[in-house]
């Protein structure tokens, strides 16, 4: 079994539809991470947390909600979805410092009508 | 925002050419990391350096730390098929967050 799974991995929806987006990891890491990445633009931080009481907003957390639900699930939330979020989304994990691995998981395409 | 800037952003070769590819900023990283993506998956992590002028290997791959640990190069000899991908370099400043480049894509042709 993957260590880390998202879902769902591919999804479709209308302008001003909530959305979430799920993410859970077996690896027992206290920190998770969302991303999305866009063609040219790379990977970018929406939000992160370092533990189940711990959220932190990311480079482009604007549009985005998050909630650490326990120590492996953190979910994204997109309260009204609009065409510009329209891109691939990844959920990371990993154990300590930013010398250690980051494990992702493999991505949510999401298109936004 | 620190820049990584990751040149070529796209390299088309032949099986058995050597390339090298490069991750420039004018910001100085504490550690810097090297993924590969390959389509419909998520990055997988190469290779982590963390002290000015390190050279690591992984088998055909060579990853270079620069000297004041402000830029990285990706070397890889002999390049086969199964190298194709997008290759991302990640730098840390602090004890947050990573800032990744743009990535590179190579296309390896049999």
């Known amino acids: 079994d993957a260590d880390v799974t998202q879902t769902p991995r591919n999804r479709i929806t209308k302008t001003g539809k909530r959305i979430m987006l799920e993410c859970s990891q077996t690896k027992g890491h206290d920190r998770m991470y969302w991303y999305r990445q866009d063609p040219g633009l790379g990977l970018r931080l929406i939000y992160y947390?370092?533990?189940?009481?711990?959220?932190n907003k990311g480079e482009i957390s604007d549009g985005y909600s998050v909630s650490r639900q326990a120590q492996a699930k953190f979910s994204l939330s997109l309260e009204s979805a609009i065409p510009n979020q329209t891109a691939l989304y990844f959920c990371?994990?990993?154990?300590?410092?930013?010398?250690?691995?980051?494990?992702f998981g493999p991505g949510t395409r999401l298109l936004v009508l | 925002t620190q820049l990584l800037e990751q040149s070529p952003q796209f390299l088309s070769i032949q099986e058995g050419e050597n390339l090298t590819v490069y991750c420039n900023s004018s910001?100085?990283?504490?550690?810097l990391q090297w993924y590969r993506q390959e389509p419909g998956e998520g990055p997988v992590l190469l290779v982590t350096?963390?002290?000015?002028?390190e050279v690591k290997k992984l088998k055909r791959l060579t990853f270079q730390f620069g000297d004041a640990r402000k830029d990285s190069s990706l070397h890889i000899t002999a390049a086969q098929t199964g190298d194709t991908g997008l290759y991302l370099c990640?730098?840390?400043?602090?004890?947050?967050?990573?800032?990744f480049g743009k990535g590179t894509m190579l296309l390896v042709s049999p």
């Open positions: 350096v963390v002290t000015g002028g």
């Open positions: 990640a730098g840390a400043q602090g004890y947050s967050t990573l800032t």
């Open positions: 910001s100085v990283f504490s550690s």
């Open positions: 947390s370092f533990d189940v009481k711990d959220i």
């Open positions: 990371a994990t990993s154990a300590g410092d930013l010398r250690e691995t980051q494990y």
